[in-house]
């Protein structure tokens, strides 16, 4: 079986509210962040769009040092399973520059067979469009995608694989230990 993994909440960690609350405090601010999200991370819009649209001058960098924290138990997790020969998949919603950062900081997405970041696919999750993209890449398969987002274990679901809610590493150990007695 095949591991596809999510990025933010599974990998890495959840945005940092250090950095969030340097950005701004403001409600009005984090709407505008969050509603305009979705096409960023698509790449529909480059990030001085997103930025206009969010009505402040670009943050980008502190934008990418907000979900810059990785999950280092997990980082291992990753290492095992591709030591013991898994194949392991990453999708995960991510604007262009995030996703550069992240190649050019972290050697360990080298270790995933496919990486398919929205801001390159031209979908993001919950889109059916992204797992699909992922499942083609990968040649289909028993494919076990792993989200800290329900709907998106749900849409994963929906196209075909098998899905886990991410809740902590203890959890998804014990789903990968029952998916290789099955194998």
């Not at 009005?28 to 305009?36: P, R, T, V």
Request: hydrophobic share 40%; proline share 3%.
């Amino acid at each position: 079986m095949i591991v596809l993994f999510d990025m933010f909440g599974v990998i890495a960690r959840d945005q940092s509210r250090e950095v969030m609350d340097q950005m701004s405090t403001s409600p009005e601010f984090w709407e505008a962040y969050w509603a305009h999200r979705p096409a960023y991370d698509r790449g529909d819009v480059t990030a001085e769009q997103y930025w206009r649209l969010v009505g402040h001058p670009p943050l980008v960098e502190q934008d990418v040092a907000s979900w810059s924290r990785v999950d280092y138990e997990m980082i291992a997790l990753l290492h095992e399973l591709d030591n013991a020969g898994r194949r392991i998949a990453l999708l995960s919603n991510i604007p262009e520059d995030h996703a550069r950062f992240f190649e050019h900081t972290y050697a360990w997405l080298d270790l995933f067979e496919v990486r398919g970041f929205s801001c390159r696919i031209g979908a993001a999750k919950p889109e059916r469009k992204a797992f699909e993209w992922c499942r083609d890449r990968l040649g289909g398969g028993d494919i076990l995608f792993v989200d800290d987002r329900q709907e998106n274990v749900a849409a994963a679901r929906r196209a075909g694989m098998r899905g886990h809610h991410f809740t902590g590493i203890s959890g998804l150990r014990e789903v990968l230990a029952q998916t290789s007695d099955d194998q």
